[in-house]
């Protein structure tokens, strides 16, 4: 019975290594965390260095019709809802 104390870890022993094992997983995901952290920080910065960031204007000629365009889409969207409303209702 002895020899087969000896042979095993004990409760004591389990604990502690799973304890050392949860503290090494979590110092791993901590430190990944704070390398994403940097990379967000510096891409951020070259971005930003370079002028990235800002949108592209479009052409002046595109850009005159394109509201006009629009605002007629959107009648004919509202119209198409309103014609549909109230058909269900009747």
Not at 43 to 70: E, F, M, N
């Amino acid at each position: 019975m002895e020899d087969y104390m000896n042979e095993g870890m004990t409760i004591v022993d389990m604990l502690g290594q799973s304890g050392l094992l949860t503290l090494l997983g979590m110092g791993v995901v901590f430190g990944f965390l704070i390398i994403m952290i940097i990379f967000v920080s510096l891409s951020t910065k070259v971005i930003k260095a370079l002028g990235l960031d800002k949108d592209k204007k479009p052409a002046q000629g595109a850009a005159a019709g394109q509201p006009a365009a629009k605002a007629q889409n959107n009648n004919a969207v509202v119209a198409a809802i309103a014609a549909a409303a109230r058909e269900k209702k009747l």
